[in-house]
C-alpha cells in the first residue's frame, strides 16, 4: 500500500492510539484524527499506564470508576504490557497531520468534517470513535473502514468483549472489519476473526488478543480496497446493541467473578469451544 491516501480517525484509549501507530507504521497515513471523549482530565486509562509506571502514584489518584483497586490494577498492566509503548503515545511522524478535537465527542463537528475534507482520503479508517454522521462518511470515495471489537452478528455496540464473557459466549469474542453505514457496526462487513483462548485470559487479554488480529484484518482490507479486489458481505442478522451505560461497575465485577470461577477454562472444555460459528473469515488469498 503505497498511493492510496489514509486518514485515520481513534479515541485518545490505548487500545485506539495502538490501532493509529500500527497504520502509521503499515499503510499511507497522512493523517490522524483524535477524538476527545472525556469531560475533564486525563483518559482514566491512559492515567492508569502512567501510574503502572510509577506505582507510587497509585494510592488514592485514580477514581474507582467501573473496576475495583484490584481490579482496575490488573486492567491497566494487561492493556499496558499487551500495547506496550504504542499504546501510550502517538507517534505520527513527519508528513502526517494530527488533528485533536476539542470538547467531549465533538467529531462530526463541522471544523473537523472540514479538516478531514482537507486530507483528501481515498479510504478512511476507524477506531473507537464515536458513531459517525453522513458528512464524514460521505468524505472518502472508497468508503470509511471501522474495526469494530466483536463479531457484529452477535454483539453490537461497545464493550462487546467483555459482554460475550459476562454472557459465558466467549464463541462470539472476535472482530469484525466493515465498511461504515449510518447505523451502528451494522455496515457490509469485509472480514472477521475469533483469536486463539487460553485458560488463563480473561475479557481484558481477550480484548488485546481482538485488538490486534483486527488490525491485520483491516490492513488486508485497504490493500483490497486499493487493489479493487475486496468483497463486502451485507450484515443479514445484526447482533445484540450494547450501550456504554449498560455497563455498570455490578456487570464489570461479575465478568471478573465469571472468569474467577472458571468460565474460560469450562468453555475450552465444552463443546461450545469446537463448534463451527458462520462469520466471514479471511481465507488465506494474499
Given at each position: 500500500m503505497t498511493g492510496q491516501r489514509v486518514v485515520v480517525l481513534v479515541s485518545e484509549d490505548i487500545s485506539d492510539v495502538y490501532f493509529a501507530n500500527q497504520l502509521v507504521k503499515r499503510a499511507n497515513v497522512v493523517g490522524v484524527v483524535v477524538e476527545g471523549q472525556h469531560s475533564a482530565g486525563e483518559p482514566i486509562l491512559s492515567k492508569g499506564i502512567r501510574y503502572i509506571r510509577n506505582p507510587k502514584l497509585i494510592s488514592g489518584r485514580v477514581k474507582e470508576g467501573l473496576y475495583g483497586k484490584k481490579d482496575r490494577e490488573l486492567a491497566y498492566r494487561i492493556n499496558y504490557e499487551?500495547?506496550?509503548?504504542?499504546?501510550?503515545?502517538?507517534?505520527?511522524?513527519a508528513g502526517i497531520k494530527v488533528i485533536r478535537t476539542e470538547g467531549v465527542r465533538a467529531i462530526n463537528a463541522p471544523e473537523y468534517v472540514e479538516e478531514i475534507k482537507g486530507l483528501k482520503p481515498d479510504v478512511i479508517a476507524v477506531c473507537g470513535t464515536s458513531i459517525l454522521k453522513k458528512e464524514i462518511i460521505a468524505i472518502p470515495p472508497?468508503?470509511?473502514?471501522?474495526?469494530?471489537?466483536?463479531?457484529?452478528?452477535?454483539?453490537?455496540?461497545?464493550?462487546?468483549?467483555?459482554?460475550?464473557?459476562?454472557?459465558?459466549?466467549?464463541?462470539?469474542?472476535?472482530?469484525?472489519?466493515?465498511?461504515?453505514?449510518?447505523?451502528?457496526?451494522?455496515?457490509?462487513?469485509?472480514?472477521?476473526?475469533?483469536?486463539?483462548?487460553?485458560?488463563?485470559?480473561?475479557?481484558?487479554?481477550l480484548y488485546v488478543k481482538v485488538v490486534k488480529l483486527?488490525?491485520?484484518?483491516?490492513?488486508?482490507?485497504l490493500s483490497e480496497i486499493e487493489d479493487g479486489t475486496v468483497k463486502r458481505h451485507p450484515l443479514t442478522r445484526k447482533g445484540t446493541l450494547y450501550l456504554g451505560r449498560q455497563v455498570t461497575p455490578e456487570v464489570v465485577r461479575k465478568t471478573w467473578k465469571t472468569v474467577r470461577e472458571g468460565a474460560i477454562r469450562d468453555y475450552l472444555k465444552s463443546?461450545?469451544?469446537?463448534?463451527?460459528?458462520?462469520?466471514?473469515?479471511y481465507d488465506g488469498r494474499r
Open positions: 499487551g500495547f506496550g509503548e504504542d499504546g501510550v503515545r502517538l507517534d505520527a511522524g472508497r468508503g470509511v473502514v471501522n474495526l469494530h471489537g466483536g463479531l457484529a452478528q452477535w454483539y453490537r455496540g461497545v464493550w462487546t468483549t467483555l459482554w460475550a464473557v459476562y454472557n459465558r459466549e466467549p464463541e462470539y469474542v472476535g472482530a469484525t472489519v466493515h465498511f461504515i453505514s449510518e447505523g451502528v457496526d451494522d455496515g457490509d462487513v469485509i472480514y472477521q476473526g475469533r483469536p486463539v483462548i487460553s485458560e488463563d485470559d480473561n475479557q481484558e487479554t483486527g488490525i491485520e484484518l483491516l490492513l488486508k482490507a463443546p461450545a469451544s469446537k463448534k463451527k460459528i458462520d462469520i466471514f473469515e
